[in-house]
């Protein structure tokens, strides 16, 4: 029996939870077809999600369809739960996209699109809704090949697309001009190399199309190979009802029982495979297999176990930052209420200062916060409100600048160089070596670039994180008798703030801001307001496309800064009487529109930032002393080789 890890994917009401029920319901693994408006889905259990009408956590779900066995991960489709989706996306054979015939492609759409692209998973995409009037199914089609790829091709007559299927890579087109057709297998690496995304139209909630996308499924995926020796990729940290710690995990190879030692010397206590909300103790797991582990704590989505390395930083991040109010409970209880949720998304980022008694947590949007606020009072028996948003900053380099640290308290002793470069937008912060080990040995390097990545660093314009920066280490110095572990460590903070401060003195740093990728729609005698609003909002618009004007709504489509667009779904609502929709997704960072306005209120103090001081520490007369960061330059003792 082939074997496949299939996710279902969408953008919010496109239908998602309701095709999932269908494909289980139509697979014989249900004998009653639940509906998400009645909180009966098999696939939205979580009584916040029978409450909101919405998926907001990742659930799995076990089916065969004749000789096909599928594990199923749905996954939530409102853009503020985009985290748990991009985790789920790294244990995927296949996906599954929903269009909403009604909709189209919307911006999350886009967002989802890009995402799989990111992690290379193979993709189906079902038409949802076409039982709606006035649905085009090739109109449809046509905008999947326009906004998402040329390869979007009709699949529910294959015979019928074989020479667009050809069109897809020279080898296929060989092959068909050869012999006027293309073999199972051709057509399936097709797939699983996303030249060809195979369209599928219905309408799920009455069963239309959905045994074609099943027959779909079985006829054109493969099973991934597995290796031999173990591996595993963490994806979903969660607890049960008992407060059970679960760690989900999609095996890459090799085989896993209870009690056996994976990580940090912690055992498996149970192997669970759940199927909704019940689940089978297993007493083994093989290659491929979705299950669940009890009596791990340390583990972490993204995290790769045995050969299997860890996942990158996830694509998508928070962009408002929200500190909590706790309304009279205990703030360690809340503290630790908190903690427990980023242990289940770690992209909550909660922060605790010590000095202002306070907790912060960084989120995608509002509706995430009426979530956490449910979920606190639902889980912990904690009511806590949140205090005004602020916008979540970053800082970047415009030009390349070796910074020097230099620690040498009495009888310590480490100098490090370090080169740091711009590099492309979105790409995050990288470290790497390029010194000899003539110059620094091996050990020392390591300790170098285990620092580096010990901690998230900080610019000099507000103290917001630094990104989009490539640090290279290039020299150093240390010393046969006074060097010990932890010189190298302040040595190579103190360089990285030195270089970021030298920039500061050049005008080379820039501060970035999170845009959004927007979509308006309102009614069209609203337009020139929508436009006044979007340039005052510093956003950029897309060219109107206008195909009939006698139409009663208009969309406008473009991006625009979070500070400024983040409330504006209120003003439209008001402007509009409730016939405006805002659509909003996170398109990443830009320069910020208002940079120096945000560096004057911030007021921020680098060289008065004692956690991450850019000056460094010089021995003489048997005693350290501090040298400011400009000064620095001039008392190295190892040259400078790039400025």
Same mark, same amino acid.
């Given at each position: ?26 697979? *014989? ?13 098999? +696939? ?8 909101? *009408? ?22 939530? *489709? ?74 979007? /091709? ?138 669940? +582990? ?71 949007? /509002? ?72 110059? !620094? ?61 030298? !920039?500061?003195?050049?005008?080379? +740093? ?134």
């Amino acid at each position: 029996m082939k074997k496949i890890v299939a996710g279902i994917v969408a953008h919010v009401d496109a239908g998602k939870t309701t095709l999932s029920e269908a494909m289980l319901y139509q697979a *014989g693994m249900l004998r009653q077809l639940g509906r998400v408006d009645n909180g009966d889905a098999f +696939l939205d259990p979580d009584d916040l999600e029978k409450q909101r *009408g919405i998926t907001i956590f990742s659930h799995e779900a076990q089916f065969q369809y004749q000789d096909l066995a599928v594990t199923l991960l749905d996954t939530p *489709g409102h853009v503020d739960f985009a985290s748990q989706t991009e985790q789920v996306l790294s244990v995927l054979d296949y996906a599954v996209l929903v269009v909403a015939a009604t909709d189209g492609i919307q911006g999350y759409t886009r967002t989802l699109w890009r995402l799989l692209e990111q992690y290379q998973v193979p993709t189906f995409i079902f038409v949802n809704k076409m039982d709606a009037p006035g649905t085009d199914e090739q109109g449809i089609l046509n905008q999947l090949k326009t906004e998402l790829a040329t390869g979007c /091709v009709a699949f529910d007559d294959v015979s019928e697309s074989l020479e667009e299927i050809a069109m897809q890579s020279d080898d296929m087109l060989d092959e068909y001009l050869a012999s006027d057709a293309l073999t199972t297998p051709t057509i399936q690496q097709a797939i699983a190399k996303r030249l060809v995304f195979p369209v599928y139209f219905g309408a799920a909630l009455k069963l239309d199309g959905v045994a074609t996308l099943l027959a779909g499924l079985k006829k054109w995926s493969v099973q991934t190979q597995t290796e031999r020796e173990f591996g595993a990729r963490v994806f979903k940290i969660s607890h049960d009802a008992k407060g059970e710690r679960l760690t989900w995990i999609r095996l890459t190879g090799g085989r896993l029982q209870p009690r056996q030692v994976i990580v940090d010397e912690q055992k498996i206590n149970q192997i669970r495979v759940y199927n909704g909300t019940k689940f089978t103790i297993q007493s083994e797991i093989s290659a491929g297999q979705v299950c669940t +582990l009890t009596g791990l704590t340390q583990t972490y989505p993204g995290q790769g176990l045995g050969q299997t390395n860890d996942e990158r930083s996830p694509l998508l991040q928070p962009v408002l930052n929200y500190t909590v109010v706790p309304n009279g409970n205990d703030i360690q209880t809340c503290l630790a209420a908190f903690k427990e949720l980023e242990d289940e998304d770690p992209q909550l980022h909660v922060t605790w200062s010590e000095q202002l008694q306070e907790i912060r947590i960084q989120v995608m949007g /509002v509706i995430q916060l009426e979530v956490l606020r449910q979920l606190l009072s639902d889980r912990f028996d904690l009511t806590v409100e949140f205090g005004e948003g602020s916008i979540l900053y970053k800082e970047t380099i415009t030009e390349p600048m070796e910074g020097v640290g230099h620690f040498e308290p009495l009888r310590h002793y480490a100098e490090v160089h370090l080169l740091m470069e711009p590099a492309p937008r979105g790409s995050g912060i990288s470290f790497q070596s390029d010194c000899a080990i003539e110059v !620094l040995d091996r050990n020392w390097q390591h300790q170098i670039l285990t620092a580096l990545q010990a901690k998230e660093h900080r610019g000099v314009l507000i103290g917001a994180p630094i990104t989009d920066i490539k640090v290279t280490l290039i020299n150093g110095r240390a010393s046969n008798v006074h060097t010990v572990g932890g010189d190298f460590r302040e040595a190579t903070w103190r360089a990285l703030r030195q270089g970021l401060m030298m !920039l500061k003195q050049r005008g080379a +740093l820039q501060l970035l801001e999170p845009w959004y990728q927007f979509r308006l729609t309102i009614p069209a005698d609203q337009i020139g307001r929508a436009m006044t609003d979007i340039q005052r909002m510093q956003g950029q618009m897309a060219p109107l496309v206008t195909d009939d004007p006698n139409e009663e709504m208009t969309t406008i489509t473009g991006t625009a800064p979070v500070a400024t667009m983040q409330t504006y779904v209120q003003e439209v609502n008001a402007y509009t009487h409730g016939q405006g929709q805002l659509e909003c997704v996170f398109a990443g960072y830009q320069p910020c529109h208002d940079e120096k306005r945000v560096v004057e209120d911030m007021n921020y103090n680098p060289a008065g930032d004692l956690a991450n001081t850019p000056d460094s520490v010089f021995c003489a007369h048997g005693a350290g002393y501090p040298v400011a960061w400009d000064q620095v330059p001039q008392m190295a003792h190892v040259d400078y080789q790039k400025n």
